[in-house]
C-alpha cells in the first residue's frame, strides 16, 4: 500500500527559505514531485525528479526552489528559498510507479506572509 508522509511546511515571511520533505513507502517510484494548490485553483507542478534523475522546475520557481531525491530511502526534498507571498500554498508530495499508478500525500501548508 502506497504511503507518502509530507513535512516541513509552516510559516515564513516573504525572502525566507523552508525545506519539505517527503517519505514515501509500498512500491518503488519511477517519479517523484512537489505540486502545490491554493483555494480555488488547480494543482500545480512545482518540481519533480524522474527514476533517472531528470528534474523539472514550475518557471515561477526556477532558481529559488531547489528538488532532491534520495532513491535509497525513497524520498524526496524540497529546499524553497526568496520565498514569495505568491507561494503560499498547500503543497503536495506526488509519486508514480513505473507501471503509471499516482499517489498523493496529504498536504503540508506553506504561508509566506509578512
Known amino acids: 500500500q502506497a504511503h507518502l508522509v509530507e513535512s516541513g511546511g509552516g510559516f515564513v515571511q516573504p525572502g525566507g527559505s523552508l525545506k519539505l520533505s517527503c517519505v514515501a513507502s509500498g512500491s518503488f517510484y519511477s517519479t517523484m514531485g512537489w505540486y502545490r494548490q491554493t483555494p480555488g485553483s488547480e494543482r500545480e507542478m512545482v518540481a519533480r525528479?524522474?527514476?533517472?534523475?531528470?528534474?523539472t522546475y514550475a518557471d515561477s520557481v526556477k532558481g529559488r526552489f531547489i528538488a532532491s531525491r534520495d532513491y535509497a530511502r525513497n524520498m524526496m526534498d524540497l529546499e524553497m528559498n526568496s520565498l514569495k507571498l505568491e507561494d503560499t500554498a498547500v503543497y503536495y508530495c506526488?509519486?508514480?510507479?513505473?507501471?503509471?499508478?499516482?499517489?498523493w500525500g496529504q498536504g503540508t501548508r506553506v504561508t509566506v506572509s509578512s
Open positions: 506526488y509519486a508514480q510507479t513505473m507501471y503509471k499508478n499516482e499517489y
Open positions: 525528479i524522474t527514476k533517472s534523475g531528470t528534474t
